[in-house]
């Protein structure tokens, strides 16, 4: 059946015609993560475009693909949205998509209530509303899905081959495989018999055309029928469609789109030329178109077996693409004067001549072309290896001067200005042809160049900078200024002003000051900028990132193209760009892109982005209701779309956070996040900006809630928790009181019972004092006494000493013997009595406790002569007074301390008496 014509391609369309076409956009597998065929296509009200793309199907807003399958993963044949309701159908199944609260469709069947015989071995390949009814349509038969009783019917199709039905002003045409064209008349599918000429082939296509309808053949050519009357509309032999299998036709503007299953797509006009060829031989991803899709921007979508295309039908956008790597990366583009359909091409690999969409070599040419001019009749060629003149097809060499770049005219008509590889050099052209001299002085090499009101040349050199040059009388240059790259890296020229590109500004030279001052207008419209170049005093051409803008001088508007439209294939670091007449080329790395300035410009639509998803801490949420977050670690991811899948304009969203932040901020990014927020209630506003134009804002709420201690309940809990410390505080005070109370009791009686001991201590100690003195007073009374002892000791035995001196005299001896004999008694009676000694040994002890006994201990070889005279020195008496005490002499008295001393073991030096006195 269908699918036998899809997969036999009969052969792969061979001619290398390369013609230049509506601008087109290809959606590989690898951009919508799907699978090969895309069999339908359609499109909702929102503008969301839905693709039946094998098992899958795709669902693209413009921003991001989505896809989904059917529960039970079935191919799906076909797709179609009615009254914003989205049916598909597939292998022995129908049904419907819908959005849920998530943004996320969900699938309904329609098909599971039906007798399993009745739907047998059938698959849906087309579906479209018919009087207020669904039709599904199969190989057997159309199924007829009423929307006010929900009830199915079918209606079987005639014993022929059938290839596809057609819903013209609510009436039904079915085409077929060799059985010609049937209409659908009470539930019954009838043969029309005018054509009867077509049941030799197959139709594969119907288009309305007009007040009537083109039939395409497969193999066959195109009819038309019109007024109830058939006729060739395109031959098969014709050259256009000659060899070409036709798929499916489509009428869009008046032109007819023919996809093919080996030749991509041709687009005719009313007259039957062929206006365009687009296949993969000028980029298209495949040969084979299975659907088209006519979008609510006029843009036409390609159902491709291997993948998606968009051709932008309502643009201003067209491209040539050389993708046989013939031509290489485009530098430079001019068209034949005589003949404006005749392009000259210059690339890295030379000059091509592009004629009726084929390229042709410029013998010689070979090596890097870096520029293109047109003057007169004839095309200046500025070459990596000299500079030559171009006529008829043909090269002249001018000057063996290389790398020629731009070139500008002088004040004299005759004369221009070509900057090259090692300075400016002069073209002067006369009846005999061209004069060329080398300007002196300067050999940088020049990739810009323009000419001041006086006549002053300014350049940019790579890697240097701008100068300003006057040219001398012996063609020389003198350089007038100069600014390095760091300031500014290009130069313009309009209505002879010179403007200089800084990084963030543009300055304009003032000539009759001499000094540059900035545009603050034109800093506004062309920042930020790459690269900037200027045309015929009314475009400036900016790139900026891949993103181009053509500013319009004479409406001051500015043209913004996505940097989808170059697909960051822009040329670099060189001329990247030309106008010719209101043509803006911009060079690729395969071709060109043209923008056409006399075209329509498509403008924002007044309409709010769309949140197409909602995560909120990870985990995706339904859109439509008032999110709640709590606190910790909260996050809020939105994805936005601004349902444009056709555009090419430059689009960003603007947003502004309310409750946060009253800043507007721009994001080329199609999600907006927030992570972290503070507690509090938001209000998210975003807009779509594309190109000049704002669009209505969304608006979108959401609460953060306060963290959990700052929660209702936190805050009861608080409170009790503050009662409860204020409690516990006054408890404890309350206990502390008595505590305390009871403490300083304890303490007062703690007080007095100190106070008594230490009164009692003090009065122990008084006691003890007096005591002490009393002892002190009774042992100084025992020292008096026992120095009055010692010291009438000593005077009795002075006395008893005179009294034997006395008694002794020869007188008294003779007279009186007998008293002699009594006195001599009663002095041997008195002198060193044993009890005089004890008693004052007594009394010394009581003085000094046990120092008798203490000396014996330390010194046992002391006599107790020795102890005496130990005695006597610690009472501090001198030998004299010792010496009666003793019953010696003075002398001996000395001798014993001699002899006591060396006892006592104490050194020459030390003193006696003090070792006694301080022994204890």
């Known amino acids: 059946m269908r699918l036998f014509f899809y997969f036999l391609i009969g052969f792969c369309f061979a001619a290398q015609a390369q013609q230049t076409t509506p601008f087109f956009k290809n959606y590989s597998k690898k951009d919508y993560l799907g699978e090969n065929a895309n069999w339908d296509i359609t499109q909702n009200e929102q503008g969301i475009l839905f693709a039946a793309n094998n098992y899958k199907l795709l669902e693209f807003n413009g921003n991001d693909w989505r896809k989904y399958s059917l529960p039970k993963n079935l191919v799906i044949r076909s797709s179609e949205v009615i009254n914003d309701t989205l049916f598909t159908g597939a292998y022995q199944e129908f049904g419907y998509w819908i959005y849920n609260n998530k943004n996320e469709l969900e699938y309904t069947s329609l098909s599971e209530k039906l007798d399993v015989e009745f739907f047998k071995n059938d698959a849906i390949w087309k579906i479209y509303s018919f009087d207020n009814q669904i039709v599904f349509q199969s190989f057997k038969g159309i199924y007829l899905f009423d929307l006010k009783t929900k009830d199915i019917s079918k209606i079987a199709f005639p014993e022929v081959s059938a290839i596809f039905t057609y819903n013209f002003n609510e009436t039904i045409y079915l085409t077929s495989k060799n059985g010609g064209i049937f209409k659908l008349v009470e539930d019954k599918f009838v043969f029309e018999t005018w054509s009867e000429p077509l049941k030799a082939f197959t139709i594969q296509s119907m288009a309305p055309f007009g007040d009537g309808f083109l039939l395409g053949t497969q193999l066959n050519g195109i009819f038309l029928y019109k007024n109830n009357r058939l006729s060739p509309w395109l031959s098969k032999d014709a050259a256009t469609i000659n060899g070409i299998e036709i798929n499916n036709l489509s009428v869009i503007d008046q032109k007819l789109c023919i996809g093919t299953i080996n030749n991509g797509l041709l687009i005719l006009d009313q007259q039957k030329e062929l206006l365009y060829t687009i296949n993969t031989n000028n980029g298209l991803l495949n040969n084979t178109v299975l659907s088209q899709y006519e979008d609510t921007s006029g843009n036409l979508w390609l159902g491709l077996d291997n993948g998606i295309a968009c051709i932008y039908l309502s643009s201003p956008l067209y491209s040539f693409n050389d993708k046989s790597g013939k031509l290489g990366t485009l530098y430079a583009v001019e068209k034949d004067k005589n003949d404006p359909e005749i392009e000259y091409l210059g690339s890295n690999h030379g000059v091509f001549k592009k004629e009726n969409g084929t390229l042709s070599f410029i013998e010689d040419s070979n090596g890097q072309v870096w520029n293109l001019t047109q003057i007169g009749n004839e095309i200046i060629c500025g070459h990596n290896n000299e500079t030559f003149s171009i006529k008829n097809s043909r090269l002249e060499q001018l000057t063996s001067i290389s790398g020629g770049t731009r070139m500008v005219k002088t004040n004299n008509p005759n004369e221009f200005i070509q900057g090259n590889y090692s300075g400016l050099t002069k073209f002067i052209r006369n009846k005999d042809g061209w004069q060329t001299q080398h300007l002196e002085n300067i050999y940088h090499r020049v990739n810009e160049l323009a000419i001041d009101k006086k006549e002053n040349f300014w350049i940019v050199s790579p890697h240097n900078g701008v100068y300003q040059l006057q040219q001398e009388k012996n063609n020389t240059l003198k350089q007038l200024k100069f600014y390095p790259e760091e300031q500014f890296k290009h130069i313009f020229e309009v209505n002879d002003e010179i403007f200089l590109a800084g990084n963030d500004e543009i300055f304009k030279y003032d000539i009759i000051n001499d000094t540059i001052l900035e545009d603050k207008i034109l800093t506004e419209k062309l920042m930020p900028l790459d690269h900037v170049m200027a045309f015929q005093d009314k475009y400036i051409v900016t790139k900026n990132a891949g993103n181009v803008n053509i500013l319009n001088l004479s409406t001051n508007e500015v043209l913004k193209l ?359």
Not at 626 to 650: D, F, G, H, V
Not at 807 to 831: A, G, P, T, V
Request: positive net charge.
């Open 562 to 920: 996505s940097s989808a439209t170059t697909e960051n294939k822009l040329v670099q670091d060189f001329d990247f760009a030309k106008a010719i007449n209101d043509a803006i080329y911009l060079f690729l790395d395969d071709g060109y892109l043209v923008v056409d300035m006399n075209s329509e410009i498509e403008v924002q639509e007044n309409k709010a982005p769309i949140i197409a998803s909602l995560m909120i801490n990870g985990e995706t949420k339904k859109i439509d209701s008032l999110y709640e977050i709590p606190y910790k670690k909260n996050s809020i991811e939105i994805n936005l779309t601004n349902l444009k899948p056709a555009n090419y304009l430059q689009h960003q969203f603007q947003y502004k956070l309310k409750g946060y932040d009253n800043n507007w901020y721009f994001t080329n990014e199609n999600t907006i996040s927030f992570e972290n927020l503070p507690r509090g209630n938001y209000r998210l506003l975003v807009k779509n900006v594309s190109g000049n134009q704002e669009s209505k804002t969304l608006v979108y709420d959401f609460i953060v809630l306060a963290p959990w201690y700052f929660s209702n309940e936190a805050i009861l809990g608080y409170v009790l928790f503050v009662l409860l410390v204020f409690y516990l505080i006054h408890f404890f005070n309350k206990r502390r009181y008595k505590i305390k109370q009871r403490r300083f009791e304890k303490e007062i009686a703690y007080q007095n019972r100190l106070q008594l001991q230490q009164e009692k201590i003090e009065n122990n100690k008084r006691l003890a004092d007096l005591e002490k003195k009393q002892l002190k007073d009774q042992l100084d009374s025992k020292r008096r006494e026992l120095a009055t002892y010692a010291a009438s000791m000593a005077k009795k035995e002075e006395i008893l000493s005179q009294l034997e001196k006395e008694i002794n005299k020869e007188e008294i001896k003779k007279e009186h013997s007998k008293l002699y004999d009594r006195l001599n008694k009663f002095k041997e009676k008195q002198s060193h009595s044993e009890d005089d000694w004890k008693l004052f040994e007594r009394n010394f002890n009581e003085v000094h406790d046990d120092f008798f006994k203490n000396l014996q201990q330390e010194y046992p070889e002391l006599t107790p002569k020795d102890l005496k005279l130990c005695a006597y020195l610690k009472m501090n008496l001198s030998s004299k007074e010792i010496a009666p005490l003793i019953g010696i002499t003075y002398r001996s008295v000395e001798l014993h301390r001699y002899r006591l001393r060396k006892k006592l073991d104490l050194d020459k030096k030390e003193n006696l008496v003090k070792f006694l006195l301080s022994f204890d």
